[in-house]
């Protein structure tokens, strides 16, 4: 991309709008997981792309699921950045919502649906960046200086079995990047304005565990000691009030250093310094305070939640075992055998087995001072020069992690500012994104791809840009 990019006042009215009405019809397109169903909506995409003018590629890994690869070619200066987001999304209980989940409903301000957040709202702003990048760029002349690639997938919300494993799989050519761009991150409204965006550079690993306890069974008019079920009770509350040790990994130590001088609440601040400091004593006072803020709380050590419990086959009937599957995040360097040690230790009863049943694999983290986080500071304080820019060590799984152990450095960002409360729409009832974060999130998203696959505009701000372009790059 050659000379001024800069897009006028009306061409951002068109996209917004344009975004809008494509996330309300991806939206109308239900790909509950199971069964996903994500062909319907790729072939909307492909439909979409191919008619601007833009190669794309439908493949059907499986009957009824779908990955689609879209590709603006670059010069070659430099490798592809890939455009990452899934096209599943989870299921519903209609009965707790207030519109139709599937509708793409808009109200007061905001557009309600299953994947509004989740993924797709990303995948609409990224559609969009594509068609700009077309429109404004290629069929005008210009050139980018490396190839930009939308890849949507299926199934992630289920483990990804049909979409980025796939892929790795059957079309690792396809993810074959130096960056990329994913979910995983946040842009978080807090006292009523946006204070930082946190840059997902690692996540938590998950695994899982199963509690197996065993006990006397019999007629149920009969009570026995030390049944199954009362065994399994006291693990469970055992576990619940177990804490797991607490670790500041250095994406942390930043995350909390940078955070504290933009964050409102004073007494929050002042733990979040602490926490960082090298005096002991405050450390803990300050992990004291940020351990009662879940959110936080949550990235500072091992994370354990029980999920699924089961046991007993009729009202009349002491069953002889009864199991528990725990939910285990672990921080990356973290051990899932070293957990399940302290969690059986915890729990002290020899009838109830601690067993790993599944493991979880580390990726490496990214780092916080490459071309691609400079690219996104710069492109975040284009809009709002009051944000913090952070890295961060997400909770919570994304399909980041099978791209960052292909050496692809791969940064999440959900680029929408949003409330607490509205993030704990996702997954929930009334899933929603406010109209205005839909356009911040657009204008994010096509900005960075700009800075990083342009030559950046005369006379552009700050000189980020241009930094971005002549630092070493970063890996993942």
């Not at 004593?281 to 354990?304: H, Q, S």
């Not at 911040?440 to 700050?462: K, N, S, T, W, Y």
């Amino acid at each position: 991309m050659s000379g001024d990019v800069a897009l006028s006042s009306e061409v951002w009215e068109r996209a917004r709008a344009e975004t809008v009405a494509h996330l309300q019809q991806l939206i109308r397109i239900d790909t509950t997981n199971p069964p996903g169903n994500e062909l319907a909506l790729a072939h909307y995409l492909h439909g979409v792309l191919s008619g601007a003018g833009v190669p794309v590629e439908l493949m059907e890994p499986t009957p009824g699921r779908a990955a689609l690869v879209a590709r603006i070619a670059g010069d070659g200066t430099q490798r592809p950045l890939l455009l990452l987001a899934h096209m599943d999304v989870v299921g519903v209980e209609r009965d707790g919502w207030t519109v139709d989940p599937f509708a793409g409903e808009i109200q007061d301000g905001y557009l309600y649906g299953r994947g509004a957040i989740d993924d797709k709202g990303m995948l609409a702003v990224n559609l969009v960046t594509m068609l700009l990048l077309q429109r404004h760029v290629v069929d005008g002349g210009g050139a980018l200086t490396r190839d930009v690639v939308l890849v949507a997938t299926s199934d992630e919300e289920a483990g990804g079995t049909w979409g980025i494993d796939w892929l790795s799989e059957h079309h690792p050519e396809h993810l074959d990047a130096e960056y990329a761009l994913n979910e995983g991150g946040r842009i978080r409204i807090v006292g009523g304005r946006p204070r930082y965006v946190a840059v997902q550079t690692a996540e938590k690993v998950p695994n899982r565990i199963v509690l197996r306890a065993h006990g006397p069974g019999g007629h149920a008019a009969v009570p026995l000691r030390g049944s199954a079920v009362t065994r399994l009770g006291a693990a469970l509350a055992a576990v619940g009030a177990h804490r797991e040790p607490l670790v500041i990994s250095p994406t942390t130590r930043t995350f909390f250093a940078e955070l504290a001088p933009v964050w409102p609440d004073g007494d929050q601040a002042r733990a979040m310094r602490d926490l960082v400091s090298e005096n002991v004593r405050r450390m803990r006072r300050g992990a004291k305070l940020l351990e009662r803020i879940p959110v936080f709380d949550a990235i500072l050590r091992n994370g354990i939640s029980a999920t699924v419990v089961a046991a007993g086959v009729r009202d009349n009937v002491i069953p002889t075992e009864a199991t528990a599957r725990l939910d285990v995040r672990t921080l990356p360097g973290e051990h899932i055998d070293a957990v399940a040690e302290r969690l059986a230790r915890t729990i002290d009863d020899p009838a109830v087995a601690v067993e790993v049943v599944q493991r979880g694999r580390d990726a490496p983290i990214c780092d916080h001072h490459s071309p691609m986080f400079l690219a996104i500071r710069a492109a975040t304080r284009a809009l709002d020069p009051h944000l913090a820019v952070v890295p961060y060590l997400s909770t919570g799984a994304t399909d980041s992690a099978r791209l960052r152990r292909r050496g692809v450095a791969c940064y999440g960002v959900l680029p929408f500012p949003l409330t607490q409360e509205d993030e704990g729409r996702m997954h929930g009832h009334d899933e929603r994104v406010p109209l205005a974060s839909l356009e911040f999130g657009l204008r994010l998203v096509h900005d960075i791809v700009r800075r990083m696959a342009a030559v950046p505009a005369v006379g552009e701000g700050e000189g980020v840009a241009s930094d971005a372009h002549a630092a070493p790059a970063g890996g993942g």
